[in-house]
């Protein structure tokens, strides 16, 4: 079955540090794979996603993520963590064809220290 | 272009009541999907609708229920309530131009509180 691990449940950073979360996925073929942000009280905000092509990929707000199949990881990172950063950070797949059904990882709580 | 909307924002009910949510997704979209998201459970998906058909369900019972019209807006339904159906309730639309997935945009979510 399809499936995407986070982790790490909390991460704390302080302000101006590099971040990286983690996202493993669990799928037979090529996966398409979203990062997605939750600010308290808010819907999922996209910050980038894979679908093919080159394996690093650029999002919004400074992240970036790479696409490494043999280690079935989908990362996220930043270089420089900013205090507008804390939220709730998922990872989800989105496994099969015709259907835009995600699965989504348990979710990463980003505290940043000023 | 305006995103999704979900009316309503909060709502309050008691057990047993019945509950309706609506969606109203990106202008063009068509597609419609719900999630269901606790602190217990994480994100759960509910169901999807793509040109008024249900295209996929989740693993939710009976009591969960929704339908898409023309105009793409959805409504989900929820009856006899129970106290562990109380979660933010979130929509998504995509533009379902291929079979294959599209990029999914969250509405803000509706928080149901049942006592």
């Known amino acids: 079955a399809q499936s995407v691990t986070q982790p790490d449940i909390h991460i704390t950073v302080s302000e101006g540090a590099s971040l990286e979360l983690r996202c493993n996925y669990s799928y037979g073929a090529t996966p398409y794979l979203f990062w997605y942000v939750q600010s308290p009280g808010q819907g999922l905000q996209l910050l980038l996603k894979y679908f093919s092509g080159d394996t690093l990929v650029q999002g919004i707000k400074g992240f970036e993520a790479e696409f490494k199949r043999s280690q079935s990881s989908f990362n996220l990172r930043k270089p420089s963590v900013h205090w507008s950063d804390a939220a709730e950070y998922f990872c989800?797949?989105?496994?099969?064809?015709?259907?835009?059904?995600?699965?989504f990882g348990t979710g990463t709580r980003l505290q940043v220290f000023p | 272009k305006a995103g999704v909307t979900q009316t309503p924002r909060y709502l309050i009910k008691t057990r047993g009541q019945q509950v309706t949510l609506s969606c109203s997704p990106i202008?063009?979209?068509?597609?419609v999907s719900w999630y269901q998201q606790t602190p217990g459970q994480g994100l759960q998906f509910l169901f999807e609708y793509f040109s008024e058909t249900q295209r996929n369900k989740g693993n939710f019972p009976g009591r969960f229920s929704g339908r898409q019209f023309s105009n793409s807006r959805s409504e989900m339904n929820v009856s006899t309530l129970e106290l562990g159906d109380s979660a933010l309730y979130l929509c998504a639309s995509s533009l379902v131009r291929t079979p294959t997935p599209e990029t999914q945009y969250f509405g803000p979510g509706t928080r149901l509180l049942v006592l």
């Open positions: 989800a797949v989105g496994p099969s064809y015709n259907t835009d059904k995600l699965i």
């Open positions: 202008s063009g979209h068509r597609s």
